[in-house]
């Protein structure tokens, strides 16, 4: 999944460091001048390394670590072999991390229980991270005082993009496509759960996906959804919840879900319906906002989320953010071409992309989210302009846009690097359809 949270640490004060005791107790403050004295206090007598700058490094066991991140991201890679009771600890000395985080990669050790499948990201300002390995089952782990509660999330490492039509003439499919840890989409799997179109689709639990809502040959507007497991198997349908429609998603709080907005046969409509860490769908939510469809929705910051564009019988480009708490917010006045039928998703770890569409021409351009949810003017864009495709994450932090239609269905694919650099084309792979929804799973 887009959005990481990792345990948060925030003592707060003007230019001073708080000293850790070895129980994470805040023992002394000192300013910044006193940085060297960590070297005996902070992280139990830890030998504390000069100020790293690097976007790498690659960290030693008994070491306290300066990640001054003013000027870049800093990926860091932890020991191959560790023994019980080794210790490293990281701290944020520029207070910078919520706008440059850090990214941890286990190096083939499990990280709290979790194997090396998935790269950890710290994104708080004044945080501090220190671990501790406690052996082969669970591996490193976090400890912290009581004040620090939240955990990494997982970064979901592939994608699926299923549903949609294969031939413009309402010939309604179910088969699906998984996206590789490397961006490669995979052929055809056979369908599973009722072929439709404009089924929208999320992720929750932090490493599963659910596609829900739609639209199939007999019916303009449907209600029943389909889990995806985190192996990436669709499930047969589950009898549906809340209004029929056609649906539009993504995920928020880091493990749960929304559906929001739409059209249900006879007109648009703004109500949204929220997925639990479960996977279950609620009953309508009051909508709020512009009621529209053929909109597109994506995670930014840690744990939020937007719906943006649309089609009311025209584009549109308002927006509407969505709370940790999944409360949809009141319409933001549009930036960028206003279009609907486009594609989005994360990249970055904590920021979005809008791509695509369609508004009177065929369009490529995108529109980056930042990690605050402000919506860039558009960006030149790249690839085979098309409207109705999909888009999802892979690779933890990076996002892929496939399938549509121009002239005709295609399955061409372009990738969407960590920077939210769009590529070229890529030839497609699997059924050219469009319609079709996608999300990412681990």
Excluded: H
């Excluded at 992720?203 to 209600?223: M, N, Q, R, V």
């Amino acid at each position: 999944m887009s959005g990481i949270i990792g345990s948060k640490l925030n003592i707060r004060g003007s230019n001073r460091i708080a000293k850790l005791g070895t129980d994470g107790q805040v023992l002394t403050s000192a300013g910044a001048g006193e940085a060297a004295a960590f070297e005996d206090a902070a992280g139990g007598g830890l030998d504390w390394q000069a100020i790293e700058t690097g976007s790498t490094m690659t960290a030693v066991a008994g070491n306290g670590y300066w990640i001054d991140t003013t000027s870049n991201a800093c990926t860091i890679t932890l020991p191959a072999s560790a023994s019980n009771g080794d210790e490293i600890m990281f701290a944020d000395y520029a207070r910078n991390w919520g706008t440059n985080g850090i990214v941890i990669d286990s190096n083939g050790l499990n990280y709290q229980g979790d194997d090396d499948s998935y790269d950890v990201e710290y994104s708080t300002d004044g945080q501090s991270v220190n671990i501790v390995y406690s052996g082969a089952t669970n591996g490193w782990i976090p400890i912290e005082d009581d004040t620090v509660t939240d955990v990494p999330i997982k970064l979901n490492t592939e994608g699926i993009f299923a549903y949609g039509d294969n031939t413009g003439g309402d010939t309604f499919v179910s088969m699906s496509n998984i996206v590789s840890n490397a961006g490669v989409v995979a052929t055809d799997t056979t369908g599973v759960g009722t072929a439709r179109t404009y089924p929208g689709a999320c992720e929750y639990d932090g490493d599963k996906g659910i596609f829900a809502y739609g639209w199939d040959e007999t019916t303009p507007a449907l209600s029943m959804s389909n889990l995806v497991s985190n192996a990436g198997v669709v499930a047969t349908d589950v009898t549906g919840v809340g209004t029929a429609r056609r649906g539009f998603g993504c995920s928020y709080g880091g493990d749960k879900g929304i559906f929001a907005y739409g059209y249900d046969g006879s007109s648009y409509v703004s109500i949204s319906n929220l997925v639990s860490n479960a996977g279950v769908v609620g009953t309508d939510v009051t909508g709020v906002g512009t009621a529209r469809s053929s909109l597109a929705a994506c995670e930014y910051g840690t744990d939020t989320a937007i719906f943006a564009y649309g089609w009311t019988g025209s584009g549109t480009a308002v927006s509407n953010k969505v709370s940790n708490a999944g409360v949809v917010a009141t319409d933001v006045t549009g930036v960028g071409t206003a279009r609907g039928y486009l594609g989005a998703c994360s990249y970055g770890g904590d920021k979005g992309i809008f791509g695509y569409g369609r508004n009177g021409s065929y369009e490529s351009m995108t529109n980056l989210v930042s990690n605050s949810g402000v919506i860039a003017s558009d960006t030149t864009g790249v690839g085979t302009g098309r409207y109705s495709l999909a888009a999802c994450e892979y690779g933890g932090d990076k996002g892929i846009f496939g399938f549509g239609v121009q002239s005709g269905m295609t399955a061409v694919t372009n990738l969407v690097s960590n920077a939210g650099v769009v590529a070229t084309d890529t030839t497609g792979v699997g059924t050219a359809r469009y319609l079709l929804g996608a999300c990412s799973f681990n």
